[in-house]
């Protein structure tokens, strides 16, 4: 198939990538230039390359594509979102009845809502689907989470069974948010698988015994209750510095667990091991002794491995004033 991709940041690049790989047609808009200059790069010693196009706006991008044209957004949510899809000169201006938008990001799922009872109005199919994986899932395939305008969705199948490959997935739950609100509960699950993790291994790291951590992980990893994908993180991420020594624990947080937090108590549902791990979350930004704590910098440790997200390392040098 063709589409049209915006975005090529951490996971945007990546599932561009992916795509062209698979024999489909790409025509990218970043407003950063430079990462269009590098994928043109990653890709120039494949004999796909030339599946790769780019556009010099949003607009030119739209023109570029074949009726019905399919548009992907892999942006921020909030305002990076709402301005290249509704904003002046966004997505929104150029579409036409019967083509395909997808918001690809980390939407708060009453923006998708919003956003998709305004395309279904001028007959476009417009879809949010959380996308999952991290950065491995390039390899390892995406876990699709979609929701919006069912014909959409089935007409996007072959893109999504090539992003899903070779052991990801891809499933419809819905209109409007849908999709959305499945992938928010997925991410506050998250936070406190990470938490758990963070604090076993800080317990651990305490005992009396001098453990090796390593050891710890690779054992869990065979077979226990705790294997999966976040021990297998975990490994990773002591392989790379066994003590984390290098890095402090301040965890940064995309907000996607405050709103699964906010409608919880709407519902009127218990999530006190998610709001816990939240507010561990919010005082490692403020406090350096959860900051210095083990857990704290396992949790980072762990959203670096799995997404990219930026760590903060420590500061090794020496003050001559001390």
Do not use: C
Request: glycine share 14%.
């Amino acid at each position: 198939m063709k589409l049209g991709f915006i975005g090529l940041g951490r996971m945007g690049n990546r599932m561009v990538m992916k795509l062209l790989s698979e024999g489909h047609e790409v025509v990218v808009w970043n407003r950063t230039r430079e990462r269009i200059s590098n994928i043109k790069n990653q890709i120039s010693k494949f004999n796909w390359k030339d599946n790769l196009k780019a556009a010099e706006s949003i607009e030119d991008l739209v023109v570029k594509l074949e009726k019905p044209r399919i548009v992907w957004l892999m942006l921020p949510a909030g305002q990076a979102t709402e301005e290249n899809l509704m904003g002046p000169g966004g997505v929104a201006e150029y579409v036409e009845a019967g083509d395909v938008v997808i918001d690809g990001g980390n939407a708060r799922f009453s923006d998708t809502q919003r956003r998709y009872e305004y395309f279904q109005g001028k007959g476009i199919k417009f879809l949010g689907i959380g996308v999952s994986g991290g950065i491995i899932a390039a390899t390892d395939g995406y876990p699709l989470m979609a929701g919006g305008n069912v014909e959409g969705y089935e007409y996007l199948k072959p893109i999504l069974d090539s992003l899903a490959k070779p052991g990801g997935g891809h499933e419809y739950f819905g209109e409007g948010g849908a999709g959305h609100f499945v992938k928010m509960v997925h991410n506050g699950i998250e936070y406190g698988i990470m938490q758990s993790i963070g604090e076993g291994f800080g317990v651990l790291e305490k005992s009396p015994y001098n453990l090796d951590l390593l050891g710890v992980a690779k054992l869990y990893q065979k077979g226990t209750l705790n294997s999966g994908f976040m021990m297998a993180r975990t490994i990773e991420a002591l392989e790379k510095d066994p003590k984390l020594a290098q890095i402090t624990g301040y965890i940064d947080a995309s907000g996607e667990g405050d709103w699964m937090i906010e409608q919880a108590k709407e519902e009127e549902v218990p999530v006190e091991i998610i709001e816990a791990s939240r507010d561990f979350r919010s005082r490692s930004r403020q406090d350096e002794a959860v900051s210095g704590s083990f857990a704290a910098r396992m949790v980072a440790a762990l959203r670096n491995a799995f997404g990219g997200h930026e760590v903060k390392k420590k500061d090794t040098r020496i003050d001559p004033n001390s």
